[in-house]
Nanobody
């Protein structure tokens, strides 16, 4: 079992920044791919970003590329999502999740463990 706890969400104006954190416990964090997903009201959960075990490879949805940066600190068993130039359409609950293998990193159904989510609200 892996337990994941997100933090760092909040209310920010358009153009602002937030940094989300995902603290992992239970098993060796570096054994897992980490992904960030988001879900807005009335919409399906969507892929935001993913990072491989050592952090050397990152993947992004087109909608956040160039604005969001995913990273991880395996020594601290923590992952991060730095979000810059936020837009109202980024408003959603953001979830971190982990899986063992890189295949299908963009599919929410492929992830084994999930956090409870943190709300991000961007006002215009």
């Amino acid at each position: 079992q892996v337990q994941l706890v997100e933090s760092g969400g909040g209310l920010v104006q358009a153009g602002g920044s937030l940094r989300l954190s995902c603290a992992a416990s239970g098993r060796t964090f570096s054994d897992y791919i980490m992904g960030w997903f988001r879900q807005a009201p009335g919409k399906e959960r969507e892929f935001v970003a993913a990072i491989n075990w050592g952090g050397g490879s990152t993947y992004y949805a087109d909608s956040v590329k160039g604005r969001f940066t995913i990273s991880r600190d395996n020594a601290r068993s923590t992952g991060y999502l730095q979000m810059n130039n936020l837009k109202p359409e980024d408003t959603a609950v953001y979830y971190c999740a982990v899986k063992r293998f890189i295949a299908s990193y963009y599919r929410s159904g492929a992830y084994e463990y999930w956090g409870q989510g943190t709300q991000v609200t961007v006002s215009s």
